[in-house]
């Protein structure tokens, strides 16, 4: 017991917070002049009493340190050392081999043997989780982008930094209750059983923060949008799910050593507020994939076309791979292949897209159709001024009602100007308007 608390400790490393807080210090000390603007670690070794290895170890946060070591860091640059500044160091051999995985509600046969691409968004994923020991992530996207693929395969990479991943679909969302049974009997490795909670919510929630906080778990709960209400602006939940808004925000306000991973077509208001560059919680809006990636979807089903006609496919796709996988089996039964033809019947649009697009459109509210409509019949992206020309809305309304067409991945937003995802705008041009 004592021999494992003396290697814990020596096992410590800052935390983003930790290393922020330092470094902000540091620059306002070069600033003032009371520290040389490229200052190397051998000053840092004299100002901090440390030796020349111990700085590197510490700033390169590879390596554990004990925790005198970083007080002895912070105090050299009169800052406090607090439990959010510094965590143990998440080994890989710690856990390798160690790994409990669960699967509950979710089809655990998810083929992510034909990935293409997400490298970019691979990296920045495992360093939110790994280097920067994220509470909460949010992935969220339109429809068949690519979100659950993604989240199956990051984990595939990282599971041995974990001792234990759950994963939670919540196609048929059940009541929060009975998540955090699932979580907590999973976490303390009971057989899952008719366990009624004992001290209702409050008490679930501590018992599930223990856990959290004495092992490195990972959560992950896709099709986060089901408990949410359809027909108001984004972000709010359905009555009978209210308290999934207090999970996620004691995911990313509460102190613990692991991560849950939200997969969502619309982003949850709880977590865009707590999210920031520089917080242990982080959004990432997952777009399409990139032109070369699109071509070997299209590749697959050995379709005939240039490269600009696979381009403008894909663009119309909105690089949606689902939708492009659907679209390419249509281009090779019904137009033997040919991509130009099918572009040239510029109203087709297949089943499955019209699937995402109507899921998608039948949740917003009538002024979120009204704004959308707008934004879809323009022929180039718009102002919010040049749409306040159109709507009888007033101008405070119209801009809620954008950011939750955004927060609904179904709006892009570029410098200024607004424009519908092209996918949905086939479809809006194609069926609604007619
Ligand atoms: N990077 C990729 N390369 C190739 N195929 C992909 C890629 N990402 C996703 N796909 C394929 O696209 C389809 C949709 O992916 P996925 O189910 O992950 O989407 P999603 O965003 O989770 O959708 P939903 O919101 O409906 O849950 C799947 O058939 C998957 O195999
Ligand atoms: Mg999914």
């Known amino acids: 017991m004592n021999q494992q608390k003396q290697k814990r400790s020596r096992g410590l490393i800052f935390t983003e917070q930790g290393l922020q807080k330092l470094q902000s210090t540091i620059s306002s000390r ?29 700033l390169k946060r590879k390596k554990g340190v004990d925790k005198r070591t970083l007080v002895q860091f912070f105090m050299a640059f009169d800052l406090e050392l607090t439990g959010n500044d510094y965590t143990l160091l998440d080994s890989p051999s710690k856990h390798s081999n160690k790994c409990t995985i669960k699967w509950i509600n ?73 998540v955090l049974t699932d979580i907590t009997q999973f976490l303390s490795d009971k057989q899952m059983s008719e366990t009624k909670l004992s001290n209702g919510i409050k008490g ?27 027909g108001v602006c984004s972000g709010y939940y359905q009555e009978k799910y209210k308290n999934y808004s207090q999970l996620i925000r004691y995911m990313g306000e509460v102190s613990h050593q692991s991560c849950f991973l939200l997969i969502t077509r619309e982003l949850p208001k709880e977590a865009a507020i707590l999210a920031g560059e520089n917080m242990p919680i982080r959004l990432m809006k997952l777009n399409g994939l990139q032109p070369l990636e699109g071509q070997k979807i299209l590749r697959e089903k050995n379709l005939l076309g240039t490269v600009s006609e696979q381009n403008a496919l894909i663009e119309s796709s909105s690089a949606n791979p689902l939708a492009l996988k659907a679209i ?34 039948t949740r917003l ?19 919010l001024l040049q749409l306040q020309k159109r709507l009888s809305i007033r ?32 479809y809006f041009k194609n069926e609604i308007l007619q």
């Open 328 to 361: 390419a089996q249509i281009i090779r039964t019904t137009y033997k292949g040919n991509i130009r033809e099918f572009l040239q019947q510029d109203k087709f649009l297949c089943d499955q897209s019209k699937k995402i697009v109507v899921q998608h459109h």
């Open 395 to 426: 101008l405070s309304t119209q801009i809620t009602i954008l950011e939750s067409l955004i927060k609904r991945s179904l709006v892009i937003e570029k410098e200024g100007l607004f424009i519908c995802e092209p996918l949905l705008n086939k």
């Open 30 to 58: 070069e600033s003032q002049g009371q520290l040389r603007k490229k200052h190397t670690y051998e000053e840092l070794s004299e100002i901090t009493g440390l030796a020349y290895n111990t700085v590197f170890k510490v």
């Open 106 to 178: 979710w089809d655990d046969t998810i083929d992510v043997s034909n990935f293409y691409g997400r490298t970019t968004e691979l990296a920045t994923l495992k360093k939110w989780l790994v280097e920067d020991r994220c509470r909460l992530i949010t992935i969220y996207g339109m429809g068949g982008i690519g979100k659950t693929t993604l989240s199956v395969s990051l984990v595939e990479q990282i599971k041995n930094r974990f001792e234990y991943v759950l994963f939670i679909s919540l196609k048929k969302p059940p009541l929060l209750e009975k």
């Open 204 to 230: 679930s929630f501590s018992e599930l923060f223990n856990y959290l906080r004495s092992h490195r778990c990972l959560i992950v709960l896709d099709e986060v949008e089901t408990v949410m209400q359809a």
């Open 365 to 383: 509210s009538l002024q979120e159709k009204e704004v959308y409509k707008q934004l879809a019949i323009s022929p180039e992206p718009i102002s």
